[in-house]
């Protein structure tokens, strides 16, 4: 969950996919790295990618706006 990712500065905001992901189906590793919490928050590029996993939804859609990308749920 440390890892970093550069986003790419577009001219274009990229639309990203920010939807909800329970711990216990991550590896053990961020399992662990999760403590007490039962789900966390992907955002995902339009290919499928995921560029961050983050502790809750609005850190999600703040993070993906303060790199310029629009965000939008998935359920």
């Given at each position: ?10 001219e ?13 189906d ?36 703040m ?13």
């Amino acid at each position: 969950m440390d890892t970093k990712y550069e986003f790419e500065a577009n001219e274009e905001r990229a639309i990203v996919y920010v939807r909800p992901v329970k711990v216990k189906d991550l590896p053990e590793e961020m399992r662990e790295q999760a403590g007490d919490l039962k789900t966390l928050y992907a955002v995902h590029t339009a290919h499928g990618e995921r560029l961050a996993l983050v502790a809750d939804r609005k850190l999600a859609f703040m993070l993906a706006r303060e790199n310029n990308m629009e965000p939008v749920t998935v359920h």
